[in-house]
Every structure is written in structure tokens, then in C-alpha cells.
């Protein structure tokens, strides 16, 4: 089975400043059909999980462009570029390359 | 508008049974990928299970045996059979759509609490 691990646990950004959070996974998320299964999601508080990234870098409808993911093979990386009250919540990242599909276990973002 | 709708959550007795149901609308249901996931409260997600359209049915481990997942294309329904519930079932049971390898829509969720 493929762990995601997500660093840090809670990251406390300042309003404007950029936030970044990192997602490891204990094997190569490289599918046989050549794509990287790797998406993040955000979960605002008494909200359900809503789609941010999916394949590494794609924004999801919506997203607004503050929002960035990159990275390949086992590591990744999500950035806010701009940090908005907004987007206060939980971040995870998911690997759906191998079943069992696994998520990271979340990271916190709150304002200082 | 894509929407998911989750129902048939509630309180249940350790090995006793729910289903949990999801209506779909806003999209061609038949053509994708459905799936559940759950979420401790106050804890992170954890993938269930997933259908494939109207083919393979793919589990995680804890609950193979005991989860059937299973959809009625007519009726643009997901469902989750739960049997043999236990105390670590408990969690709110979120339906999504998954495409391009990521969930791009999901339910509000349905709470499932197994005690006695």
C-alpha cells in the first residue's frame, strides 16, 4: 500500500504571505499509463473535501490561481501564493495511481 | 450543476447493517467512476471503496466482506451496503465523483455512528 505523508502537521501563515505544504509518498505515483495520480484537496471547517489540483500541477474549475501544485515521482508540493482568509482549513493530498487510493494525513492552515 | 446527495446515515448497534445512498444529478452518471469515502470526525479521509461504471468494485482492506458497493444507473443512485458494523465504522460517509484520477465532487456527507 502507498503512505502519503504530509508535512507540516499545522502551518500558521500571515494574510498575504505565501504558504507551502508537502506531500511524500512511499513509492512512485507514475501510473503505467504515464500520468501522476497526485491531487490536493482542501476541506474548509463543517465543509466537505473540495478539489484544488489534480494530476500534480492541474487547477481544478474554480480554483482561484493563487493556488499551485508541483513536484514528481514521490514528492509534491502545494503553494499558496497569497495567503486569504478563505483558505483557512485542511489541505490533504491523495494518491489515486494504486489501489488502495490513500490520502496524507491533512495539514493545517490558520492565520498568525 | 454537478450535485451529490448522501441519505440513510443514523445510529446503529455493533453488527447491525445500513445502507448509505447518493443521488446524482447535473452530470451522466453512468459514465463515471463513483466512490466513498469516510471521515472520523475531527480525524482525516479515508477511501472505501470505489465502483468502476457498472463493472469492477475495488475496497479497502477493513472492510472487504462486510461493504458492498453498488449502483443503480436508472435511478443515477451510488450505494454503500454496510454489515457487520463495527464501533471504527463510525464516521460521516462522503459520495464522490471521481474523474482524471482525483474526487472533483463531492457530497455533504451522511453520519454513521455504530454503538450501543
Known amino acids: 500500500d502507498i503512505v502519503m505523508t504530509q508535512t507540516p502537521l499545522s502551518s500558521p501563515v500571515t494574510l498575504g504571505q505565501p504558504a507551502s505544504i508537502s506531500c511524500r509518498s512511499s513509492?512512485?505515483?507514475?501510473?503505467?499509463?504515464?500520468?501522476?495520480?497526485l491531487s490536493w484537496l482542501q476541506q474548509r471547517p463543517g465543509q466537505p473535501p473540495r478539489l484544488l489540483i489534480y494530476?500534480?500541477?492541474n487547477r481544478f474549475s474554480g480554483v482561484p490561481d493563487r493556488f499551485g501544485g508541483s513536484g514528481a515521482g514521490t514528492d509534491f508540493t502545494l503553494r499558496i501564493s497569497r495567503v486569504e482568509p478563505e483558505d483557512v482549513g485542511v489541505y490533504y493530498c491523495?494518491?489515486?495511481?494504486?489501489?488502495?487510493?490513500?490520502f496524507g494525513g491533512g495539514t493545517k492552515v490558520e492565520i498568525k | 450543476e454537478v450535485e451529490l446527495v448522501e441519505s440513510g446515515g443514523g445510529l446503529v448497534q455493533p453488527g447491525g447493517s445500513l445502507r448509505l445512498s447518493c443521488v446524482a444529478s447535473?452530470?451522466?452518471?453512468?459514465?463515471?467512476?463513483m466512490s466513498w469515502v469516510r471521515q472520523v470526525p475531527g480525524k482525516g479521509l479515508e477511501w472505501v471503496a470505489s465502483?468502476?461504471?457498472?463493472?469492477?468494485?475495488y475496497y479497502v482492506d477493513s472492510v472487504k466482506g462486510r461493504f458492498t458497493i453498488f449502483r443503480d444507473s436508472a435511478k443515477n443512485s451510488l450505494y454503500l451496503q454496510m454489515n457487520s458494523l463495527r464501533a471504527e465504522d463510525t464516521a460521516v460517509y462522503y459520495c464522490?465523483?471521481?474523474?482524471?484520477?482525483?474526487?472533483?465532487?463531492w457530497g455533504q456527507g451522511t453520519l454513521v455512528t455504530v454503538s450501543s
Open positions: 513509492q512512485s505515483l507514475v501510473h503505467s499509463d504515464g500520468n501522476t495520480y
Open positions: 491523495m494518491q489515486a495511481t494504486q489501489f488502495p487510493l490513500s
Open positions: 465502483s468502476e461504471q457498472d463493472s469492477a468494485q
Open positions: 494530476k500534480i500541477s
Open positions: 447535473g452530470f451522466t452518471f453512468s459514465s463515471y467512476w
Open positions: 464522490a465523483r471521481s474523474e482524471l484520477g482525483a474526487f472533483n465532487y
